[in-house]
């Protein structure tokens, strides 16, 4: 069986450097964002990963359509046998949580949480119906703001959290069939996300916020992906992976 990769959100910064991994790794990838096909990020990355890309646009808040994205991605490429639920958006304006709007709640929740979280479970069904000699895998990238507090974008934190515990529930039911799932909690990683915050982050970074001392790119996650959609991690099941150079880890 082929192996077949599909990462949403994968056009573009950890998508794209996980799609890149993956690619040069032999899988077929599914790449699956919101954005149209003629935009200029969707066909950069296609330029990128070569023959092995195909591209498929579809918003994860539209779960009555998941079903047929998936038939599309199966048709062209194969059934999915590595599922990279990445996809997210940020607070659409950072400030006192005490003034947070609920349609600004909404749709993050709406993206980071629902929309991931029907899409998983569909693809998983699809999964349960593969050979069960066939590894297969699922993997949530949420964020370091699982669990770290950022009072001026709390509808992110509150999805993240959400997902953080979205991929345990995941990891449990899937277990006894062999499917691993997995969480990568990325820190401060340099993508078009984060360039407006990049100054002020680099002189945190500088200033010892990151152990590491240096930003995070998108390769480091691409290279975590790879060992889990192997199966060389199928034991560490439900585990949760922070790639954040150190961030993460309490200091006094």
């Given at each position: 069986?082929n192996?077949?990769?599909?990462?949403t959100?994968?056009q573009?910064?950890i998508g794209?450097g996980?799609?890149?991994?993956?690619?040069?790794?032999?899988?077929?990838?599914?790449?699956?964002s919101?954005?149209?096909?003629?935009?200029a990020d969707v066909?950069?990355a296609?330029e990128?990963?070569?023959d092995?890309?195909?591209?498929?646009?579809?918003?994860?808040?539209d779960?009555?359509?998941?079903?047929?994205v998936?038939?599309?991605?199966?048709?062209r490429?194969?059934?999915?046998?590595?599922?990279?639920?990445?996809a997210g958006?940020?607070?659409?304006?950072?400030?006192d949580?005490?003034?947070?709007?609920?349609?600004?709640?909404?749709f993050?929740?709406?993206v980071?949480l629902?929309?991931?979280?029907?899409l998983?479970?569909?693809?998983?069904?699809?999964m349960?119906?593969?050979?069960?000699?066939?590894?297969r895998?699922?993997?949530?990238?949420?964020?370091v703001?699982?669990?770290?507090?950022?009072i001026?974008?709390?509808?992110?934190?509150?999805s993240?959290?959400?997902?953080a515990?979205?991929?345990e529930?995941?990891?449990?039911?899937?277990?006894?069939h062999?499917?691993?799932?997995?969480?990568?909690?990325?820190?401060?990683i340099?993508?078009?996300?984060?360039?407006?915050?990049?100054?002020?982050y680099?002189?945190?970074?500088?200033g010892?916020l990151?152990p590491?001392g240096?930003?995070?790119?998108?390769a480091?996650?691409?290279?975590i992906?790879?060992?889990?959609?192997?199966?060389?991690?199928?034991f560490?099941?439900?585990?949760?992976i922070?790639?954040?150079?150190?961030l993460?880890?309490p200091?006094l």
């Open positions: 069986m192996k077949v990769a599909l990462i959100g994968g573009r910064g794209l996980i799609a890149e991994a993956l690619a040069g790794a032999g899988y077929n990838v599914a790449l699956l919101r954005s149209e096909p003629e935009a066909g950069e296609l990128r990963l070569g092995r890309a195909a591209y498929f646009c579809h918003d994860l808040q779960v009555a359509g998941h079903g047929q998936l038939d599309r991605v199966e048709e490429l194969g059934p999915v046998t590595t599922f990279v639920s990445n958006v940020p607070a659409k304006v950072r400030g949580m005490l003034d947070l709007r609920p349609d600004s709640f909404d993050v929740l709406g980071n629902r929309g991931a979280f029907f998983a479970q569909d693809v998983a069904r699809r349960l119906k593969l050979p069960e000699d066939t590894y895998s699922i993997t949530f990238v949420t964020s703001s699982a669990t770290m507090v950022s001026e974008r709390a509808e992110y934190c509150l993240k959290a959400g997902a515990m979205m991929a529930l995941f990891a449990v039911r899937l277990a006894p062999g499917i691993g799932v997995f969480e990568l909690r990325p820190g401060i340099e993508t078009g996300m984060t360039a407006g915050v990049k100054d002020k680099t002189a945190r970074i500088e010892g990151v590491a240096r930003w995070g790119q998108p480091d996650i691409g290279s992906i790879l060992p889990i959609a192997e199966g060389r991690m199928a560490a099941t439900g585990s949760s922070a790639v954040d150079g150190g993460s880890i200091r």
